[in-house]
């Protein structure tokens, strides 16, 4: 057998379970069981497989590989790596994995907080996407990440500390419910950013099988009306947002209204709405008044 036809094998065997794009996911699995980029495959793929080491245990993993993507494990959770923001994380089943959406937030992060001096706080952290980047991209003095599930704040260790390790600033983890994971005594935050679980409960069931049957529960699920965590983030906020700070939250599409009203109602000024790159509603802002005597 020849190495194109083993890649056109996993793309049937892809495509029988109804595996959406098929096609890529076969191709990258072959990259990666194979350690080759696209330009070796163009190379390769009219080559015979020999039935000897190397190429016996790279095939084995091939088909290892395809068979766990017909279970509607995620692409990414077989490969053990998102890129988000130009930078790979690791990923697994206790974390949710980087959605492009959620670099909007990010991206808007950076726009706006250019100076260097901030102190950031990042809620529902998962695996420490949004922290890390900002860390690595903005350059802040100090970065908080809070989650509830110590298995993700575990991931998120190890992305900051491959990723972040020649940072100018700090990046720091804790454990516990939002802001209760806070240390006492820790002065206020100049950014809060959180991705927290947005999906309205009954919703899940209606999830693709690779989100529903594989991504974190805890990482999705936001009760009800989808709302929860917006709620008890606007009430608590006022004691670790300092005067003047910004807080950036993802939304779900149809929730901007929604959360619009919970930033104005504790008091927060220039509350805003920005759409991600589909033009979909996809992160909510605010400010916390300076006081000035
Ligand atoms: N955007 C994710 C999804 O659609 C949900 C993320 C979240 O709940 N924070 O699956």
């Not at 600033?169 to 804790?174: D, N």
């Not at 805890?218 to 709620?231: E, I, K, P």
């Not at 670790?240 to 149809?254: C, F, N, R, V």
């Amino acid at each position: 057998m020849k190495l194109g036809e083993l890649l056109r094998e996993g793309v049937a065997r892809l495509g029988e379970t109804g595996v959406p794009d098929a096609e890529n996911d076969a191709k990258l699995l072959l990259f990666a069981a194979f350690r080759m980029d696209l330009t070796h495959f163009l190379l390769d793929r009219g080559r015979e497989l020999s039935g000897e080491e190397p190429d016996a245990s790279c095939v084995a993993c091939y088909r290892a590989m395809i068979a766990k993507r017909r279970g509607r494990i995620p692409l990414q959770q077989i490969l053990g790596s998102q890129t988000f923001m130009g930078l790979e994380f690791e990923v697994n089943e206790q974390v949710l994995i980087p959605r492009q959406d959620t670099e909007t937030l990010v991206e808007r992060v950076l726009e706006e907080q250019q100076e260097r001096g901030l102190r950031l706080l990042d809620l529902c952290t998962g695996s420490g996407c949004i922290a890390v980047s900002l860390a690595v991209l903005g350059g802040y003095r100090y970065v908080a990440g809070t989650d509830v599930s110590a298995a993700a704040l575990a991931t998120a260790r190890r992305n900051a500390a491959r990723l972040a390790a020649g940072c100018a600033g700090r990046i720091e983890f804790f454990c516990g419910d939002l802001f209760e994971a806070v240390p006492a005594g820790m002065a206020a935050f100049d950014v809060i950013t959180a991705n927290p679980p947005y999906i309205p409960t009954e919703a899940i069931a209606t999830l693709e099988p690779e989100v529903r049957d594989h991504e974190p529960l805890l990482a999705l699920d936001g009760s009800a009306d989808g709302l929860v965590f917006y709620r008890r983030i606007a009430r608590e906020l006022g004691r670790y947002l300092a005067p003047g700070g910004s807080i950036y939250l993802e939304i779900g599409w149809d929730q901007a209204d929604a959360v619009c009203a919970l930033l104005e109602y504790c008091g927060l000024e220039a509350v805003r709405v920005v759409k991600d790159l589909p033009g979909k509603d996809r992160v909510v802002c605010g400010r916390k008044q300076c006081l000035i005597d």
